[in-house]
């Protein structure tokens, strides 16, 4: 095709060459060919999505959100007397409170959380009327089954969450309540603020997004840092630890992220069907008029002639997302190798499938995130069962396999490499850690030490006592 201008690029001449060539065999065939092709594509759509929904699987975002629940077990209901958040776009931002209306509360969420101020300061903000009522609506709230707030699901991709900035938000003032509690002397009251800030952090894994997980796993990892700054040198009693243990090993992050994934394809199916609704401005609502070339099958998509290649795009998306939840399903050792697979797949996604190219791929590797918050619960679970350990035997146990001839669960496996956690007594104190992503012992060096990330570092829990 040499009349094609030299400035456009290989994979925008391949398309406009398979488009003329398109045309070429409509002009002379007729309709039939095309016809064929999208009454075949359409059957092969339509197996799919029955596959879905035989399998339990939400085919729209309204099918995946909560139902209503009883406002007694609803902790939304609670959390909004804190929040007072609006889910209207207009008034979502302006009208939230939280915690902003407490004189120096930006101390209290960054700098003592980070040993930056003093306790007196922070004692005396935590001390305030308002601030004390909150953590126990908080507190109450985290007890109960659900939360479910009112979100505009109707709004499609533009559906808003602003209850998810305010938990992460309030989930810092527990876990400075809880380092509050333990610094007072009540290291059993500081555990069961953090079971407070792991109950919120469940509730918002209830929403059926991806977003949901990712504030979910941050606000976990908050509880987390406190737990262990609670946990350095204090020991709980052990009825404070087994009730904290209880609760740990039924939380399952990686039925939650499943439950995103699953609520992601659902909601992103909304495109797709926004492209059939409207045809004619579908391009335009997206934003990309003039951007090219690689848009091009979105113009398409406005014309009766695009209907096949909108259902080959949707059939690319649902074939991969469904390969990405069958991987994420597994623990991260047994799924690399099909996401590296995967993560090729998404860079050879066609330009003939706009959608899908927009979609991926935001999913790559999401699913460590995860794996990393299950490292640390199960560190959590470990280091509880060490501390009464030393309660009982006056030192902790010199191995792994010593403390769990003294247990009546079973230790949980590093969920990286598959193998027992690295464990080391050292000095008063010990030190665990996870090989973590990329499975290198680097000898308990967290992302704290220098030259190191979160990616390429062990995770670590240390205790000085």
Known sequence: ???????????????????????????????????????????????????????????????????????????????????????????????????????????????????????????????????VQRL?????????????FDIRWKDGPAVSFPHLAKLRQATRWVTAKMLMTAADGDVDGALEWCEVGLRMSEHAAQEPTLIGDLVAIAMQAVTIAGAERVLDERSPSPAAVQRLIKYVSNIDMRAHFVDAMLGERASSRWLFQEARRNRSGFYRELGVWGD???????????????????????????????????????????????????EAEEHRIPVTAPISRMLFPVFSRTNIKSEYAIAQLHELRIVLALKVYKRQHGAYAS????????????????????????????????????????LDDDGGHGPKAAGKNWKDCDIVWECAK
């Open 292 to 342: 090219g070339l690689n848009y091009l099958p979105l113009y398409l998509y406005s014309t009766p002639l695009g209907e096949p290649v909108l259902k080959s795009d949707e059939l690319a998306y649902l074939d991969l997302m469904r390969k990405h939840i069958e991987a994420v399903r597994l623990p991260s050792r047994e799924a690399a190798s099909r996401l590296d697979e995967l």
């Open 136 to 148: 126990d609506i908080l507190r109450e709230a985290s007890k109960r089954p659900y939360s479910v």
């Open 1 to 131: 095709m040499g009349l094609l201008p030299r400035t456009w690029s290989q994979q925008t001449r391949r398309w406009v060459r398979t488009t003329l060539i398109v045309l070429v065999v409509l002009f002379v065939l007729g309709p039939g060919p095309w016809l064929y092709l999208d009454w075949k594509l359409g059957r092969e759509l339509k197996a799919e999505l029955e596959r879905i929904e035989a399998a339990g699987e939400p085919l729209t975002i309204l099918n995946a959100i909560p139902e209503d629940v009883p406002d007694d077990q609803n902790a939304a209901v609670l959390y909004q007397q804190v929040f007072q958040v609006s889910f209207d776009p207009k008034y979502a931002a302006s009208s939230a409170r939280g915690f902003s209306d407490i004189p120096n509360a930006d101390v209290v969420e960054t700098d003592y959380l980070s040993q930056g101020t003093s306790k007196a300061l922070a004692r005396q903000v935590l001390s305030d009327p308002r601030v």
């Open 399 to 438: 191995s792994l396999t010593d403390l769990q001839g003294t247990l009546s669960w079973k230790l949980p496996q590093d969920v990286f490499s598959g193998k027992p956690f690295h464990y080391q007594p050292r000095g008063d104190g010990f030190v665990l850690y996870s090989l973590g992503q990329d």
